[in-house]
């Protein structure tokens, strides 16, 4: 590992521990040239998953864009971003444990309304209302009823 202070290719491991559910491993080091110390992090590497659009397109998931989603829903909302990584974490989790290699993106939306409808009510009113394209003010408040009668 090169050290990010002298690029000195030579260093030790003072500690590892497991992190995010042993998915990784966090490895405190020290140079044995210039004895800076930093941290580096080892993740099994994901096979990548590909999302099916709404028009049949393929791409490449973008975590970025699912967290800037839950975050422009929860805008001015008590949703803290330790809870917004933990719903994108679960949402990742399940599509690479169900859905193989590819996954529809309307899956992808499913999954993060129902994690949102249990963080909270309103972010998911607001999340909905964009994911399914709410035509007029009837179809937001079915959906509001639909909620508060939970």
């Known amino acids: 590992m090169k050290c990010p202070f002298c690029e000195n290719i030579e260093d030790k491991v003072l500690e590892s521990r497991e992190v995010e559910d042993g998915s990784t491993v966090r490895r405190r080091r020290e140079c044995l040239s210039c004895r800076?110390?930093?941290?580096?992090?080892?993740?099994i590497e994901a096979r990548p998953l590909l999302v099916i659009k709404r028009d049949g397109?393929?791409?490449q998931f973008n975590r970025g864009?699912?967290?800037?989603?839950?975050?422009?829903?929860?805008?001015?909302?008590?949703v803290s971003i330790e809870?917004?990584?933990s719903i994108v974490d679960e949402v990742e989790r399940e599509m690479h444990r169900e859905a193989g290699r590819e996954v529809l993106s309307s899956k992808i939306g499913e999954l993060v309304m129902t994690k949102l409808q249990e963080a909270d009510k309103v972010a998911y009113i607001r999340f909905a209302s964009?994911?399914?394209k709410f035509e007029?003010?009837?179809?937001?408040?079915?959906?509001?009823?639909e909620v508060t009668a939970v």
């Open 65 to 78: 864009k699912v967290v800037k989603g839950i975050l422009h829903a929860c805008e001015k909302r008590p």
């Open 130 to 132: 964009v994911y399914r």
């Open 36 to 43: 800076g110390r930093f941290t580096s992090y080892e993740r």
């Open 57 to 59: 397109r393929r791409e």
């Open 136 to 145: 007029d003010v009837s179809e937001f408040l079915k959906e509001v009823k």
């Open 83 to 85: 809870i917004i990584e």
